[in-house]
């Protein structure tokens, strides 16, 4: 009788044993067909995994394009100009679904009066964590200076949004904004300032303030966030600053928080770094069009390696791309969670697609290599890695059709 039950309790156990493992291994199956993060198998993974059985239609080389040949013939291209007039021209360009004319045969000198315009007063702009100069250049344009803080080659280790802003970044993003065919950053152009010669004979008070002498190199720490007098930004030894200057867009913005801002706190997760559902939840917060708009942002950020994205701005409804400046860190890492409401939601325009399709098959490369001293702000690794990137996109798409795929089969 003992030993009857004794056989009678060991089966149960064995049956209990295999519902149990049974139901786990049901429930890790459903979460990885879905395409659900699980510990065993990310998002990311996934992604990855459709990024090594790319179809080849990611990889052939379309035709030339001859909107963008041209945007970079417009961008090389310099005439005589009245400064003032060419102020006045790239303020028209300003609507709802632009910040520069792609078209203008004036845009090549824009960026040349962006570079060479004398400076006629110089101020801080306080507004953000850093230190940047807000300068007004003759012809009466306002223009923000973002100031080098490291060589093209210096990797910034760290999380995504690591380290001070990058000028060069500021400078690609416009360049991709306009292969991309969103021309919502504003333009931007390598230049060279004297603290010494060009900014404090026209400072304002409360920038001559944060000035002073190290040696023969004259230096400003500025007022924001960040900015320490121990850490200022100096002339070198030739009493230039190398740093971008950004045309200053004239209109009303709103600023939004990102529902993808991240925590900036080491170890807490932000919802949507928990929730693999998190799409529903913005879904119901905001429009079809806001949604769609982030999503172009996070592929365009994705590109820059710009994980900084924690608020952003409207002009009539249209978000801007603005505030580039922490792209370009490592060129060696691809933080592909920049891509969270790419794969979160499974949504894109066909006008995006389309568009990212034009750049594919080194396309992309090749069109950065022709733009204005491109090796000045970026180096090889960075475009090789903006490549990948791009192929990344493509898979991150695929990963969206099977997930969609499952979605209809089930």
Known sequence: MIRKRKIVLLTVIILLLYLVTTNYILIILNKSENGLESNEVSVEKYILKKLDNLSPEYIIKPKENVVIETLIKNIKLVSKYNVKDVWSEADSWVTNSQVVNVNSSNVGNVLNALKDSKIIRADLDTRGTQLKFLLTLEGNQLVVFKPKWYEIDRIIEGPVYAGKDRYGSE????YLSLLFKKPLTPLSVERDISLSKDVIPVATKRLLETSFQRGNKTCVFGRCLYCRKEDPICDNEENYLKGAVIFNIKGNFKTHRSPWQRTYKKGKK?????????????????????????????????????????????????????????????????????????????ILRRETLNNL?????????????????????VTKAHLIAIEKRLQIVFATVEYCKSIKRREQNV
């Open 270 to 346: 932000a919802a949507w770094e928990k929730n693999p559902n998190y799409c529903k939840v913005v879904k119901e917060k905001l429009s079809k069009k806001r949604l769609y708009d982030l999503i172009d942002i996070s592929i365009f950020d994705f590109l820059l390696q710009n994980g900084d994205r924690h608020h952003y701005e409207t002009m009539d409804d249209t978000v801007l791309l603005l505030d580039n400046g922490k792209g370009l860190g490592n060129p060696l890492i691809n933080h592909i969670d920049i891509l969270a409401p790419l794969y979160q939601c499974c």
């Open 357 to 377: 399709m034009q750049l594919r098959g080194g396309k992309l490369r090749e069109y950065l290599d022709s733009m204005p001293k491109i090796w000045d702000i």
């Open 171 to 174: 400078i690609l993003g416009f």
